[in-house]
């Protein structure tokens, strides 16, 4: 409209803008703004970012200026971080300034609820966002505020809001995020619970929270240098966002679970009733279908995490075979990762480079122009000299898989085990394996094999393991007997690809 207003549902009902916080309007125009940045970053095209600084200049004027709003920050979180990319390109102030006031007013004063059985944990507007301790409520809203909290910590120099960062990323990783970098265990209010409630067959891990702790992670690695924000990119790039998508692009999982049971969706014989679980195959369209544009999103950005530069270092993020030139600096990567650990990368003008050491790594060796490498180790990151102004750093990291255990508080996880090579996580499916994978024991030595799937186009395993012997008892007093048995695994971001079949993780 003529002020600004950009948004189809409500130029056709004018009287109903910004009455209620649950109807996504700040949502919208967070991701509008973002697409005109990167068409105009994309084309040199700036229609489109001169409509989008319009609404800027209106949403600051109702937010900011004449208080018109019925609410004072957003329902769903997203426009925060949209802001600073806007501010980003055009230099225009008054956007940071709108971001910030959206963090700094959250929490700070009686709002409406979004949805009347939601409180205001699930809007995480339960407290100022400075004394905020956990990750809360829905988890897609969650990091996509905890991504604007990190763009403002940095373009401020806001330290206290960078602890609050720290603290909260720290409670994802190390206490409600799953092995595949999933977030949101329930799907009530699509948000996190509880500390170590992470549940597999009933678990949500919706393909977006996935992608926004990505963000989240990312921004957190600009103000920090700690290999633990790239690791938790990684973690997310390989599993719980690529599971989102079907290996031939054309349907979508909106959640990710980490066990299918199909026979849980027959048991209840005598009933019309039936339990919510997981749908087990991927659907092309959803009525919510914002997690197949935001795989877009993410896949199309992905260039932007695998380096940076700052203070003369030129740092490796993520392994992916690609070409740098910044100014008069250049780097060109070549790598099969994950398939291998073993990358190359030659470097012109560079004088100083950081090579994040994975954490699924235990060894590693590193050659500069044929010769041993002389590294330290800080924070995850191996730190090297270079003295020619033409470099070759070639990189071995092993990658041999890894019996993973979980906390003994994640309950559902107990003596149970998943598998890992490199940074991929692998799954068990019924279609591959002859017998039930709910009691198979790992050998204490991890004897396997690693080959190429055709179909699959991805390397599958085969394990030595051992199950207990078929019995038509019920209950017994006799220790089970067990036989040797060759498990398959694939990776997780392939299940579900080959028809409805049993999937487990945790073995």
Partial sequence: SEDGYFNSHFLRKPEERWKNREDHELYCAGHLMEAAVEYYKATGKDKFLKLMQDYADYIYKVFVIEDLAAFKTPGHEEIELALVKLYDVTENKKYLELSKYFIDTRGTIEEPYILEKYNHYNIQDHLPVRQQKTAEGHSVRA??????MA?????????????????????????????TGGTGSSHL???????YDLPNSKGYAETCAAIALAFFAQRMLLLEKNSVYADTVERVMYNGMLSGISLDGKAFFYENPLEIQPVLNKRNVSTTFTERNPITQRKEVFSCSCCPPNVIRFIGAINGYIYSYEQDILFINQYISSEMLYENIQADMKTDFPSSGNVSIK?????????RKPYWCTDVDIKVNGNDAIYTLEKGYMYLGLTETNNTIDIKMDMPVRLVRSNPKVHEDSKKTAVMRGPI???AEGIDNDFPLNQILFNE?????????????ADILKLRVKIPKESDELYTFKPFEYIDKELTLIPFYCFANRGETEMRVWL
């Fill in 425 to 427: 996580v692998y799954c």
């Fill in 151 to 179: 763009d403002i910590a940095v373009k401020y120099n806001d330290t206290e809001l960078f602890e609050a960062c720290k603290t909260i990323f720290s409670n994802i990783v190390n206490k409600r995020m799953y092995i």
């Fill in 347 to 355: 470097t012109k003008n560079i004088n100083q480079i950081a090579i």
């Fill in 445 to 457: 030595k991890c004897e396997y094999k690693v080959n190429k799937s055709n179909d699959l186009d």
């Fill in 189 to 195: 209010g699509e948000a996190f619970t509880l500390d």
């Fill in 143 to 148: 990091s996509y505020l905890y991504s604007g």
